[in-house]
Nanobody
Framework: QVQLVESGGGLVQPGESLRLSCAVS????????TSWYRQAPGKERELVAI???????QYPDSMKGRFTISKNNAKNEVYLQMNSLKPEDTAIYYC?????????????WGQGTLVTVSS
């Protein structure tokens, strides 16, 4: 199995930066890709960024430019660097991973970390 624990959320002012971390544990070698999603109050969960097992990254067009996903394989951590934060970035940010067990693709979510952007 795979477990995900996010950290790094908090209250920041508009224009500031924040880096979120996702600690990955368990059968990390089974992971195919890890992603960050976010869910703002009253809105649906949306994709922020994806990083594959090989380190390739993808971003929806709406997330390109201010968000950067990266990972440290030695530490089993995935990061989301967020720059020039805006009030509309306020949301719970979730770490997500897809992994394979016995040819079955399974999905796991972390508990989320709250990011509030406000002056």
């Amino acid at each position: 199995q795979v477990q995900l624990v996010e950290s790094g959320g908090g209250l920041v002012q508009p224009g500031e930066s924040l880096r979120l971390s996702c600690a990955v544990s368990g059968s990390t070698f089974r992971i195919q890709r890890t992603s960050w999603y976010r869910q703002a109050p009253g809105k649906e969960r949306e994709l922020v960024a994806i990083i594959s097992n090989g380190g390739n990254t993808q971003y929806p067009d709406s997330m390109k430019g201010r968000f950067t996903i990266s990972k440290n394989n030695a530490k089993n951590e995935v990061y989301l660097q967020m720059n020039s934060l805006k009030p509309e970035d306020t949301a719970i940010y979730y770490c997500n991973a897809w992994y394979t067990v016995n040819l079955r693709n399974l999905e796991v979510w972390g508990q989320g970390t709250l990011v509030t952007v406000s002056s």
